[in-house]
């Protein structure tokens, strides 16, 4: 409970006037012995207590009123949310979480966890008059005045977007704008507790309570948690898009929030320049990624378009946009000699993959090296130096991929800090085999279906060690290094420590080495396709200098919200972009309590809950009303008590006439 006019307390010191006029009455009676008298007191005697008991009843009453209607005077209000003994501030500032995932209804509601938000906001603004409110949404990030609570829901920056949220850096923005505006504050956070928008192990959670305790007047911290259990939800993403000749290659990931305990049926509607198809697909476990390829009219023409699934539990993952141009040739350049160039060549551009291109070139060539438009560079030589390890830096920085094979001949040149170590040799009649290596990550992993790549297949009889800082995916039997990647800019420099060439290894049969160099090729080719690609909140979706945005599609448009912060096609100047939401937001998991005390640990926080999912329970309620009518109580108890008592007739018996003597 909290009063909103808390300066109407200090009355309760009236509550002691009628005790204090009781005792100055008293004091006004002095006692006198009188004998006279002593026979009727002792008549009255057993009435006293009674009269006393009542009297104290009176005083009672009397003062249990004065403090009714001083409580009432004070407007009190009930409210989890609130706590105890609070006062009304003069300034709340709003931290808004409006990100995809605050459209997710709870399991048992229809009401979306944001509009749930502002239900609850405005009806705890409704006992605030005269509180400024100042809004920062997790969308723009910037503090607003917001010109009365009744329009909250009303405004652009409360609306739905598809955007994530950063509550470290909205709560930093809330310090820094607090320090400047003095007076007694309150800092309000609405949030699901999503825990990727929370990132309790973001080391800006030390700069966060740091800035909240060094202002001049500490803030009361409330965070109102819209928690519990999800409706049934399903997710659909596209985590890369590549043209290849006349078709487009999206990989889709379709994921389930419920628990997969039956395989689910479910349809999904791919719209391609405004012609849509729908097909089924069959969700076994938890989730399903594929490839899906999208025929295309021609292999000059430039387009867009969604795959969407079923409107669910959250409407803001039910769509992934894409958008491609034209087809462009995948290139790439293998720098080797012998029989290692034919293998790598052919892995590099097998017979039968459209629009795939590998030259060969000697190691001669390599300072007259030109990576422009390669997808993928091939090296099986001594490392490079001079203009073409500038030339390869480059190339990696842009997003390109280099695949580094050892030399035949030893080398003590170095690139990037790595060498290749001495050569290794097996003994008589034995070989190298692989021990382990990264199922999960690197040119080895499985399949999108799970299906492995043969590499305990793989035999070797020389190799040599990838020497250097970076970080390791597949290991020989005697725990050598065989794959390591390293990470430059956007792009990647892989080595691998054996040859395809049969007086190396059998890499050269192609179960190991075709898809290790496709994956390559095809992550270099990738970064051409990613510039039709964007996720919401990054500088690429972002408007440039004299750009202007439109939005091109018409899927599910949201008039109320800023375009900007809103997932679709949008063209902005000259480009055309598939502006999607961050994938973050598609992971369910929820901050912990026990992570939530630690980050807000010092400040003034309070938690509360709300898990009901309707939209109309109030987190807060008047009771003024009931001290009131306490009031009324009071003074009608003191009324009857002060009544007096009905008179007993007395009927005396009438006395016979005194007889004189005579």
Not at 228 to 237: L, S
Not at 314 to 337: C, K, W
Not at 464 to 475: C, F, H, M, S
Request: proline fraction near 6%; aromatic fraction near 8%.
């Amino acid at each position: 409970m909290f009063f909103l006019q808390s300066a109407m307390l200090w009355g309760l010191f009236a509550v002691s006037i009628p005790i204090i006029i009781h005792l100055l009455n008293r004091r006004r009676h002095r006692t006198i012995q009188w004998a006279a008298m002593q026979f009727l007191l002792k008549a009255t005697r057993e009435s006293r207590g009674k009269k006393r008991l009542r009297h104290i009843l009176i005083l009672t009453c009397r003062a249990l009123g004065i403090a009714a209607l001083i409580f009432a005077a004070s407007l009190p209000v009930v409210s989890k949310f609130f706590g105890l003994g609070s006062g009304q501030p003069e300034l709340v500032v709003l931290v808004f979480d409006r990100s995809a995932s605050m459209e997710a209804n709870p399991k048992n509601g229809t009401i979306p966890r944001r509009e749930l938000a502002l239900n609850r906001l405005s009806d705890a603004f409704a006992d605030l008059e005269g509180t400024r409110l100042v809004l920062i949404d997790s969308a723009s990030g910037k503090p607003q005045d917001v010109p009365s609570p009744e329009v909250l829901a009303e405004l652009s920056s409360t609306a739905a977007t598809d955007t994530t949220a950063d509550l470290s850096d909205m709560l930093l923005t809330a310090a820094e704008f607090l320090a400047e505006t003095p007076g007694r504050a309150e800092v309000w956070v609405t949030s699901d507790l999503q825990q990727t928008n929370w990132s309790p192990d973001d080391s800006r959670w030390d700069s966060v309570r740091a800035a909240l305790n060094s202002l001049p007047q500490k803030p009361r911290l409330r965070v109102l948690a819209l928690g519990g259990e999800n409706a049934a939800n399903q997710t659909i993403q596209i985590l890369s898009s590549r043209r290849s000749g006349s078709d487009l290659l999206l990989d889709l990931r379709i994921s389930r929030g419920d628990d997969a305990k039956n395989p689910l049926n479910l349809p999904i509607t791919i719209n391609t320049n405004g012609a849509r198809e729908t097909e089924n697909v069959t969700i076994p476990g938890q989730e399903l990624r594929f490839i899906k390829s999208i025929p295309l009219p021609s292999p000059d023409e430039s387009g867009f378009g969604w795959v969407s699934i079923p409107g669910d539990g959250n409407p803001r993952d039910n769509v992934a946009f894409f958008a491609y141009g034209p087809a462009l040739p995948v290139q790439s350049t293998v720098i080797a000699e012998g029989s290692a160039a034919n293998y790598l060549s052919l892995a590099a551009a097998p017979a039968g993959f459209g629009g795939q291109i590998a030259e060969i070139l000697p190691p001669a060539a390599t300072p007259s090296l030109i990576t422009n438009g390669k997808s993928a560079i091939i090296w099986a030589t001594s490392l490079p130096t001079g203009p073409a390890a500038a030339e390869l830096e480059r190339f990696l920085e842009s997003g390109g991929q280099v695949v580094f094979f050892p030399p035949v001949a030893d080398s003590n040149n170095e690139f990037l800090g790595m060498k290749w170590s001495e050569l290794a040799n097996a003994a008589t009649n034995q070989f190298f085999i692989i021990d382990s290596w990264n199922q999960d990550d690197g040119l080895l992993k499985d399949g999108i279906d799970g299906t492995a790549i043969p590499v305990d297949r793989l035999r070797a009889v020389k190799y040599r060690v990838p020497v250097g800082e970076a970080t390791v995916l597949a290991r020989w039997d005697d725990t050598q290094p065989f794959l390591v990647r390293r990470v430059v800019g956007r792009g990647t420099a892989w080595f691998m420590g054996s040859l395809p060439d049969y007086t190396w290894s059998n890499l050269g049969d192609a179960d190991v080495l075709l898809p290790a160099i496709q994956r390559a090729v095809i992550a270099g080719a990738d970064r051409f396709d990613a510039g039709y690609l964007a996720t919401l909140g990054t500088t690429e979706s972002a408007t440039k200098a004299d750009e202007v945005r439109e939005r091109l599609d018409d899927y599910g448009t949201n008039v109320n919200a800023e375009a900007e912060h809103l997932a679709g096609i949008h063209r902005l100047g000259e480009r055309t972009l598939a502006i999607n939401r961050p994938l973050s937001e598609d992971i369910p998991d929820i901050i912990e309590s026990k992570d939530l005390e630690q980050i807000l640990a010092g400040t003034d926080f309070s938690l509360f809950e709300d898990t009901s999912g309707s939209g109309r329970e109030n987190i807060s309620r008047g009771i003024w009303r009931g001290f009131l009518i306490a009031l009324l109580f009071f003074l009608l108890s003191e009324a009857l008590l002060c009544l007096p008592n009905k008179s007993v007739a007395v009927h005396s018996t009438p006395r016979p006439p005194v007889q004189h003597a005579r």
